[in-house]
């Protein structure tokens, strides 16, 4: 894990200084080098900042044996020893034991065809000198960034947006990325800055002779035991034909293993993130029985008790004798680090669980590991999630009394019941009329639309009027990924990881790598979520717990209480409501001069609400946390962006 930056250049040698302050500013990405280099043709400028992990002098840009390729890699490739082995078989002559060297000597062999052989949480970019062709890349499902834009005839990309302004890229606001983010419904191509795009997970940008374009080289593709359906989950039971459940068991078993036995391979000592859930105590339960010595767990606490997990993490850390850290956090200490956490993870913030994560990474670091395992993916993965599951009971088939009880929901008006979604989306308000699942899932989202809106300027949503955003992105998804040949669930689950999942989740590897600290994520092995995506549904929802497939197939490594656990949503302390530091920081932010300079909030809206705080009921207070948030967040990148 690292941080990359590249300048391509058009007309003229590419400017040293730009390309030196770019890398400069990914130095917390990688505290144990830093490197830049310019081709000799002057087109072309790579910068690396080194994290070490597999070889501490794998200093970057790695050359070709030819000299003709450069690679600069942010990220890691899992199974590295066997490919290299295969590579030297071949001829190929590596300069350093970095795992990253694999992916430079498989683009000489293969080219573009190289990605199929790459398994891992990657960004790269390749440079040829010989065609004057740049070639980078992101990983499957976006763990690691890659942000791109285009300035005075040259085309810029870095791990991070920061980096891209040190170049020397203006500064602006992208409206329309901001309102997809207010709505929960980040654009995976976009970023909050004007001018500053990604390259999506799953993608390729190739660029030369003046031209950049995206190619899409992995999706998740349908499941086999599918069928076609619509988003209204209309069609047949579940297939008669599906495979035994100890198969599956025993398969997703084995998946998990490998994935977690290969993200224990590093050149320094790995640990885990335990939460205490079942997901974090499985990675932890196989890392053990990877080692023979003691793993270490870093666990993040709370010191308000209702907020506070730990007990779980510690009963799970002694059934596997790790050695196990608890950070526990008082109120005062993520009221000082969400605009740190802000800045860095370079998004909009929707509650305190980034700073907690922020500051656990940082309890990593101090504790002197560069490395971490973690079980984020496994809800995506094994259908965790509620509104998840309560689709896939609605894909069983509803039938034509059901069908004819959907048609008279139509009746009904849609702003009646869904105000603040049909003023964003009358499609997905008429929708969530007909769907037979889920309604708090469209209750919570109308509610906070209203929210949002009751503080956007009347310029800025009248900029959107018409413009229906849910609607324009599932035709979007539908028209790259064929979402109609998918069942309901899986529809979900696709928009999902494409939006708020890629957008906002993975930004978490920002607020790692802050502190220099890598986190590996064996769920999103992508062999062994293939495999999962594969099974019918019925599979994955199979009663009478949730994730019964992952429960049943980790039961040799998780406690007997984290197995009987009911899973439990991961909370972090929230601010409204409760007199303290989280609260005053709040009230000053959001009545400061950053937030008026925020040019679609009105300030006098904002501050009417914090007016009013005191008034709420227990039962708004939810909603009203995150919209604060959110708008301490639009602060926050105003001031420290100069936006």
Known sequence: ???????????????????????????????????????????????HTLLAINDPKGTQPIASEDGRLHIIVNGEFYDFPRIRKSLEDK????????DSEIALHLYEDLGADCLTHLRGQFAFVIWDEETGRLFAARDRFGLKPLFYG???????????????????LPKSWDARAVYHSLHACPDERRSLFGGISQVPPGHVLVAGDGAVHLERYWDLPPSAAGRRGSLLGIGKGADADAPRLDDCIERARELTEEAVALRMVAGVPVGCLLSGGLDSSAVLGVAAACTDNPVAAFTVGFERRDYDESDGAREMAAATGADHTVLTLPDSALADHFADTVYHAETIQYNTHGAARFLLSRSVRDAGYKSVLAGEGADEAFFGYEFLRAAAGAGQGIGLRGVLRALGRLARSPARRYPGLAAASPWLARIALLLPFAPSLFTRLTRGIGHIHSVCTSDFLRGFQGYDLYRTYYRRCNAVAGLSQREPSRQLLYLWLHSIFANYHMAADRLDMAHGVEVRLPFLDHHLFEYVNSLPVATLTAPPREKLLLRKAMRPYVSNAVYERTKRAFMAPSAVGVAGPLHDFLQDTLRGDAMRQVPFISHAHV????????DLSAADRPSFDSLLLILASLAVLQERYRL
Request: hydrophobic residues 40%.
């Open 1 to 47: 894990m690292c941080g990359i930056a590249a300048i391509l250049s058009r007309e003229g040698p590419v400017p040293e200084r730009a390309l030196r302050r770019a890398t400069a500013a990914l130095r917390h990405r990688g505290p144990d080098g830093e490197q830049s280099w310019i081709s000799p043709s002057g087109r072309i400028g790579l910068g």
């Open 150 to 168: 285009e300035h005075n005839g040259s085309l810029y990309l870095a791990s991070e947006a920061k980096a891209l302004f040190a170049a020397g």
């Open 91 to 98: 001829g190929h002559r590596f300069r350093t034991r970095s």
């Open 607 to 614: 501050v009417g609400i914090l007016d009013g705080i005191a």
